[in-house]
């Protein structure tokens, strides 16, 4: 899907790590909320209470995900899922754009 129609975006962007992350939500009228994204290069470490569905859609980078010993290494788009209540590791080789998906179960 390279677009999304009939939803609403919050205007206040979601800054992290001194703005070198940085996203915007976007509410569905069924209720999933999104967020679409730019991470510049740089190590970074996320926190989940939800289930996320990361996907990439262009950059290069490198995931350690919950329970991994192995980096998994993304150069092209590509999606990964992270569980609730967990974290995960980015090593962001160069500007990334991405959009989160937010998941109950």
Do not use: H
Not at 22 to 34: C, E, N
Not at 69 to 74: A, F, K, P, V
Not at 85 to 96: D, E, G, I, P
């Amino acid at each position: 899907m390279s677009r999304f129609d009939n939803v609403s975006v919050i205007k206040k962007a979601n800054l992290y790590f001194d703005g070198k992350v940085t996203s915007r939500t976007v509410l569905f009228p069924d209720g999933i909320r999104k967020t679409l994204g730019i991470m510049m290069p740089g190590e970074y470490e996320f926190g989940t209470s939800q289930k996320e569905v990361m996907d990439i859609l262009a950059g290069e980078l490198s995931v350690l995900l919950p329970g991994q010993d192995r980096w998994l290494e993304i150069t092209e788009p590509t999606e990964f899922e992270v569980p609730a209540n967990s974290s995960f590791k980015l090593k962001v080789k160069s500007v990334t754009d991405y959009v989160c998906s937010y998941l109950d179960a």
